[in-house]
């Protein structure tokens, strides 16, 4: 399964309603955190979550509202006594800029820190990989796709009957090996199960311009996380940054199955928003709160909020 918690999902600044970027992904035991805008990790303790379980932090940009939360973290997680290792990945200048947080202040990290800058690269981990590609925002910036590896089909019974198999030792082998051999037939796993089921791909872009990369890497992607800070071009301005109409256009244009309207202005409300974007968006789109939780399992996604009944 996996959850997509939305810490801060506003631009520029935040305000009472909402704080700045930061997007936790947790898979497995792993918690892996997209941009840390300022206040982050209070963010985090509200949702629940602890930063001693982040492995990777993956930064969009160097813009404040991005990346001003990592002093907090690093400090909490010192302070907590952290032994593993944390990786840190960016765009170019990522070392630098890390290493500001890591000399600010009397004690340094007491745990090993990697840094890593990425243009555009493919990272194979445990279970998933990550892409980054650049996207067009006026300073070295990149985009990031969350890619779960694709998973065998379901043990089909009347196959399993059809080979004389039970649950036990000899599936197990099956499954580590590929193949075995019972009375004197190779039984492969693909003979006893239905079709491969893909892996959960998720794309959060950042900040950007209407960029034709983002649709070439978000194609029939389960979640598109687009900047989509403003309303109407003559808001935009000459900033780099998307409208709520161009986000969902790319949307349309890359078959993604649901769209999240990521990063609004502080001077919109989240109904004058949410109407407009109701108003141009001919895709499924959500237009996620802070602490809102999206999880997804066998395709399915479900949308609610972790402070439900709290407050």
């Known amino acids: 399964m996996l959850r997509i918690y939305f810490l801060g999902t506003g631009g520029i600044m935040p305000n009472r309603e909402r704080n700045v970027p930061s997007i936790a992904v947790r898979y497995g035991g792993e918690i892996l955190l997209f941009d840390a805008g300022e206040g982050t990790i209070r963010q985090m303790n509200v949702a629940k979550l602890s930063p001693m379980k982040i492995d990777k932090i993956f930064i969009t940009h160097f813009h404040g509202d991005h990346y001003l939360g990592l002093g907090g973290l690093l400090q909490t997680m010192n302070l907590w006594n952290r032994k593993k290792p944390l990786h840190i990945y960016g765009p170019e200048h990522t070392f630098e800029f890390v290493q500001n947080f890591i000399n600010s202040g009397f004690f340094g990290p007491a745990f090993d820190i990697y840094v890593h800058e990425l243009g555009e690269a493919r990272l194979k981990f445990d279970g998933y990989e990550i892409r980054s ?6 300073i070295p910036a990149l985009g990031y796709v969350f890619k779960e590896e694709d998973r065998r089909g379901k043990f ?43 892996g959960v791909k998720l794309v959060y872009t950042g900040d950007t311009a209407p960029c034709k990369r983002v649709a070439l890497f978000s194609e029939k992607a389960d979640l598109l996380i687009h900047d989509a800070t403003y309303l109407t071009p003559e808001d935009r301005g000459e900033s780099y940054h998307s409208t709520v109409e161009e986000a969902c256009d790319v949307a349309k244009r890359a078959k993604v199955k649901l769209l999240a309207l990521f990063h609004r202005a502080f001077r919109y409300s989240y109904g004058e928003y949410l109407s407009k974007a109701t108003e141009l968006c001919d895709v499924d789109f959500i237009v996620p709160k802070d602490f809102d939780l999206l999880t997804v399992e066998s395709n399915r996604w479900e949308l609610r909020n972790v402070l439900e009944g709290e407050l």
């Open 133 to 138: 590609f650049r996207v067009k925002h006026g």
């Open 156 to 198: 089909l019974p009347e196959k399993l009957k059809v080979y004389g198999l039970e649950p036990g030792p000899l599936l197990g082998k099956l499954e580590r090996e590929g193949q075995i051999e019972l009375n004197g037939r190779v039984i492969r796993l693909e003979d006893v199960t239905g079709p491969r089921r893909r």
